[in-house]
């Protein structure tokens, strides 16, 4: 051990520690705090045990050849073909209940308003010198979806998969509060009051059982690339809203959606080496999350304000923020903001319907992503 360390220099050293530390402070946020602890734990240990002194767990080479480690099997099997979003999207899916936007679909809207911050740190990434392709895979953080963001990043082959997973999914468990200062930035506490009322009407459930296929059609005629992503998603809903597969529905809700988690933060470790991580780059990266989080905020909040100029009934602005897709902290955090301005207003209901709607519009801008810059 002691042989290892001496070999490895001082400034690796450093980089090595300073990831240890970045590793525990994952695992403190997933077990103290309860944030995203079905990924960040994985994630946390992961970034621990690649960074060990020639570790095994990561591929070396010998002078009498190359041993694969297991994560990096593991990404090669899971992540390089984009399996394991993919198969995460079935758990995703089987969990979502479109209820909410199917008794109002122009709540679909808000979600599609909502992607604006990803476009905006696209071009703020390009301007930054990143080139076109590790912009898109940076930008697409703001989609608030860990899974799409490792789908378009793995396409491109960026080198900062590390960074943009950690960005992803830590800005997503970090919701409740991110929002809240945002949201009461753009909004005034009158607008914050508005209350709306609920629809009586539900669904058919052939109506429930139609969306995810119609969408996925559709999905796939405007964004080809994105009706992998898509496709999964409704196929999940579909093992939902069936009503034949129940025991599926459920073993893809908790067993496949925690398993491909927990294997997810574990293999995503992998690009979390000290080398690659502990850039400046990182640190822009980090930046530009954050940046695409706040504006896909404002941007669904301001499309909210932009109708209520020409519609009677007006509409909670707050609920534009939900269009974020990440579900269901978003919504819950505007439910709770409208409780706190006011104890008789409830907009579950409206914000998880946008919520939802986000889901589906964060999946399409990442197809839409890869379809207009080639890799």
Not at 65 to 71: K, Q
Not at 148 to 175: D, P, Q
Not at 210 to 232: C, N, W
Not at 281 to 290: K, N, R, S, V, W
Request: net charge positive; with cysteine; charged share 10%.
């Amino acid at each position: 051990m002691f042989g290892h360390l001496m070999a490895m220099g001082t400034v690796s050293i450093i980089k090595m520690i300073a990831m240890w530390v970045i590793g525990g402070t994952l695992i403190f946020l997933a077990i103290k705090k309860e944030m995203e602890p079905s990924l960040l734990l994985p994630m946390g240990f992961g970034a621990i045990l690649v960074n060990l002194p020639f570790s095994g767990a990561v591929t070396q080479i010998f002078e009498s050849g190359t041993e694969i480690g297991p994560i990096d099997a593991l990404f090669d099997a899971g992540i390089a073909n984009e399996l394991f979003p993919l198969l995460l999207f079935i758990g995703i899916g089987a969990m979502i209940d479109f209820g909410p936007l199917l008794q109002n679909p122009k709540l679909l809207l808000f979600g599609a308003a909502a992607q604006f911050g990803i476009f905006f740190t696209l071009t703020m990434a390009t301007m930054l010198g990143f080139n076109i392709t590790d912009a898109a895979s940076v930008a697409i953080i703001g989609a608030a979806d860990g899974p799409t963001s490792i789908f378009v990043a793995n396409y491109y082959g960026t080198k900062y998969l590390g960074a943009i997973i950690v960005a992803a999914y830590s800005y997503m468990a970090l919701v409740p509060i991110i929002q809240p200062p945002v949201i009461r930035l753009v909004t005034t506490k009158k607008e914050r009051m508005i209350r709306m009322p609920y629809a009586s009407k539900s669904t058919s459930k052939t109506v429930r059982i139609l969306f995810p296929i119609v969408v996925t059609v559709i999905a796939g005629l405007v964004a080809p690339r994105s009706v992998a992503l898509v496709g999964f998603l409704m196929f999940g809903n579909l093992l939902r809203e069936c009503g034949v597969l129940n025991s599926l529905s459920e073993a893809a809700q908790n067993g496949l959606a925690n398993l491909i988690t927990l294997l997810l933060g574990l293999t995503v470790s992998t690009k979390m080496q000290a080398d690659q991580f502990l850039t400046w780059e990182t640190g822009m990266i980090l930046a530009l999350g954050l940046v695409a989080f706040i504006f896909d905020t404002i941007g669904g909040v301001l499309f909210a304000k932009f109708i209520n100029l020409f519609t009677k009934h007006k509409i909670n602005p707050m609920i534009g923020a939900c269009g974020i897709s990440a579900f269901p902290m978003s919504s819950r955090v505007v439910h709770k903001m409208g409780l706190k301005e006011d104890p008789q207003n409830f907009l579950l209901m409206h914000a998880a319907g946008v919520n939802v709607g986000g889901q589906i519009a964060s999946v399409i801008a990442g197809g839409l992503i890869l379809n207009l810059i080639a890799r």
